[in-house]
């Protein structure tokens, strides 16, 4: 089935550097690449995601890129500010499926040291 | 506001001992979904429901059941829990027509 795999599992960076986290899948057919932030105590939330027909997108600091010839994708934040500090996990689906499963990686926990 | 709830947010039980996590979402959506997390495995679906009165199985349902009688709630019931299924919980929902999931905040469950 379906796996995803996600690295580092921890990333210390110092404010102000920048922080990437890669995620590679197995199944050429995942069509839909989301990345979720998890703060302490709190759900899982979308911050990000990016389809399989675009190669990067980006959103202020955070910005994905795609590559669908080699099955992965990573999550990329500038300037780290200490609020960026949490556990970010990448997922895959193929999103014209109405199960819509997300298969997420294992998570990185992110730590911006002022 | 839009938001999926939880019910309890922290539970300690003793093996065998049924229990319900409830779950609740006030956006109308058709698609809702238990996912367990642990340590070095990220998010793992349990069961999820795609409307009304239609669930099915995810990836890790031994020892789970769950019920969609209506729209709004998908409460999680462990029959005979063990302390293998001590974890973090979350609930999700979304669109059938749309990929984002929204969580809600996590029921920590430990089984002793």
């Known amino acids: 089935g379906e796996n995803v795999e996600q690295h580092p599992s921890t990333l210390s960076v110092q404010e102000g550097d920048s922080a990437v986290i890669k995620c590679t899948y197995s199944?050429?057919?995942?069509?839909?690449f989301p990345w979720y932030k998890q703060e302490l105590g709190k759900g899982p939330q979308l911050i990000i995601d990016?389809?399989?027909?675009?190669g990067e997108k980006k959103d202020q600091r955070i910005a994905v890129t795609l590559n669908k010839t080699a099955k992965h994708f990573s999550l990329h934040i500038t300037e780290t500010q200490p609020e960026d500090s949490a556990v970010y996990f990448c997922?895959?689906?193929?999103?014209?499926?109405?199960?819509?499963?997300?298969?997420f990686g294992q998570g990185t926990t992110l730590q911006v040291k002022p | 506001e839009a938001q999926v709830t939880q019910n309890p947010r922290y539970l300690i039980t003793v093996t065998g001992k049924k229990l319900t996590v409830t779950c609740s979402q006030n956006?109308?959506?058709?698609?809702m979904s238990w996912y367990r997390q642990d340590p070095g495995l990220g998010l793992r679906q349990i069961y999820y429901?795609?409307?009304?009165?239609?669930?099915d199985k995810g990836d890790v349902p031994e020892g789970y059941k769950v019920s969609r009688k209506e729209k709004r709630n998908f409460p999680l019931i462990l029959e005979s829990p063990s302390p293998n299924q001590t974890s973090l919980y979350f609930c999700?929902?979304?669109?059938?027509?749309?990929?984002?999931?929204?969580f809600g905040a996590g029921t920590r469950l430990s089984v002793l």
């Open positions: 990016i389809r399989s027909n675009v």
């Open positions: 429901s795609m409307n009304v009165e239609v669930t």
């Open positions: 999700a929902s979304r669109r059938l027509s749309k990929n984002i999931q929204y």
């Open positions: 199944d050429s057919a995942s069509n839909y």
């Open positions: 997922a895959a689906s193929i999103r014209s499926s109405n199960t819509g499963k997300l298969i």
């Open positions: 956006m109308n959506h058709e698609y």
